[in-house]
T-cell receptor
């Protein structure tokens, strides 16, 4: 079974609008971390935001917020006031506590295009 | 701000040649990873490294691949005899802790095998 599922291969949003990128995860661990990364066309992987499984508040970093719904096992990324530079691939990832290597596992990604 | 550094940013190599991809993780980090991403496809785990040894590896990481941390700062991925299908972006990542800490990625090395 997929540990991280991103069901939206592509999303379009108008500049200055908000957009939500979906991510659901599957784990039996109590302790885990959820992450979002941005990959622009230049290829680098840029860390955006992190949510720990024990965090009660949703994480926020500037225009990025993570809508964490633990019971539903979802960790959606919300980008407010989209900018043209937000056009990129976005990956949701998870690190689990069991096993000891804490390997980040990635979803397949969502391609976001911001229209002017 | 500390960052993970990878060199070179782009490498072109002939099929059958050996390549070494280099990474300098963030200095106090303990967990190290290599990933690859074939163009337009998913980010695939290759290998994790902790306490100077491989802790886990995927089925992609076969005998053609090896990793080393030769001097306490560099972390290298060697591909012994490259194949066309090894063409991909290779990412190094590091973390200073377990699941409740971030993993930081380098900017990647784009490997092209011709």
């Amino acid at each position: 079974a997929q540990k991280i599922t991103q069901t939206q291969p592509g999303m379009f949003v108008q500049e200055k609008e908000a957009v939500t990128l979906d991510c659901t995860y599957d784990t039996s661990d109590q302790s885990y971390g959820l992450f979002w990364y941005k990959q622009p066309s230049s290829g680098e992987m840029i860390f955006l935001i992190y949510q720990g499984s024990y965090d009660e508040q949703n994480a926020t970093e500037g225009r990025y917020s993570l809508n964490f719904q633990k019971a539903r096992k979802s960790a959606n990324l919300v980008i407010s006031a989209s900018q043209l530079g937000d056009s990129a691939m976005y990956f949701c990832a998870m690190r689990e506590g069991g096993g000891g290597s804490y390997i980040p596992t990635f979803g397949r990604g969502t391609s976001l295009i911001v229209h002017p | 701000e500390p960052e993970v550094t990878q060199t070179p940013s782009h490498q072109v190599t002939q099929m059958g040649q050996e390549v070494i991809l280099r990474c300098v993780p963030i200095s106090n980090h303990l967990y190290f990873y290599w990933y690859r991403q074939i163009l337009g496809q998913k980010v695939e785990f290759l290998v994790s490294f902790y306490n100077n040894e491989i802790s886990e590896k995927s089925e992609i990481f076969d005998d053609q691949f090896s990793v080393e941390r030769p001097d306490g700062s560099n972390f290298t991925l060697k591909i012994r005899s490259t194949k066309l299908e090894d063409s991909a972006m290779y990412f190094c990542a590091s973390s200073d802790g377990g699941e409740l800490t971030e993993a930081f990625f380098g900017q990647g090395t784009r490997l092209t095998v011709v």
